[in-house]
């Protein structure tokens, strides 16, 4: 009798088929996520090809301009957020220790860190996309609008946002964008001439 109670228990501390099957998939999903993960290239060009195969299912079946405007706000506010800096400089202390964006020439140089890193960029851009494209395939999302307004909606809000992010760039001096540690030639270059 105590044996077969033992037995039963065994068996539910033994995961389930669904269970080992869902981990094997979530495994190998993400060893193949893990090996895409240093060609940024080729992730980009696949995530535009996505985009560009759900505008192309947009136009040709005249409909979804819902789904397509939201998927819209959805990316630039994703974009918004890959060119903000993780520590932002409007609420930053000066007396704070933690990191800073360099505001001087001999400041020792601090690459440009995201409040939204590039891989998370690429894959919440690629997952929306996906979805938003499966969302195509059922009349629900299918909303009748007048698209034109959402379009010159779409475009006034791009230029507000953008207009405001780039003077906050301006205003604390940093690109979201860093190639490398800057190298100041043109003063090695006086000094080899100076002698």
């Known amino acids: 009798m105590m044996q077969d109670v033992l037995e039963t228990s065994d068996s539910i501390s033994q995961p389930g088929l669904i269970q080992r099957l869902s981990t094997s998939v979530s495994r190998l999903y993400q060893h193949y996520l893990d090996k895409w993960t240093p ?9 535009l090809a996505v985009i560009g195969g759900f505008m192309l299912r947009i136009m040709l079946r005249q409909g979804w ?11 630039l506010n994703l974009f918004l957020a890959f060119l903000t800096p993780k520590i932002d400089p409007a609420f930053s202390q000066e007396d704070d220790d933690g990191p800073s964006l360099p505001t001087k020439v001999n400041e020792e140089f601090r690459p440009f860190m ?9 894959y919440s851009v690629t997952k929306s996309t996906l979805v938003a494209f499966f969302c195509t395939f059922f009349q629900l999302f299918n909303v ?9 909606y779409f475009i006034t809000l791009f230029c507000i946002t953008m207009k405001r992010q780039i003077r906050h760039m301006i205003k604390y001096k940093y690109l979201p964008f860093s190639l490398g540690k800057p190298r100041y030639q043109a003063q090695e270059n006086a ?3 100076a002698h």
């Open 114 to 122: 995201r409040r939204l890193p590039e891989f998370k960029f690429w």
């Open 191 to 193: 000094k080899a001439a």
């Open 39 to 47: 060609h940024t290239a080729s992730r980009w060009v696949f995530t």
């Open 65 to 75: 301009y819902i789904v397509c405007y939201a998927l819209g706000i959805y990316h």
């Open 144 to 152: 009748p609008v007048f698209w034109p307004i959402l379009v010159m």
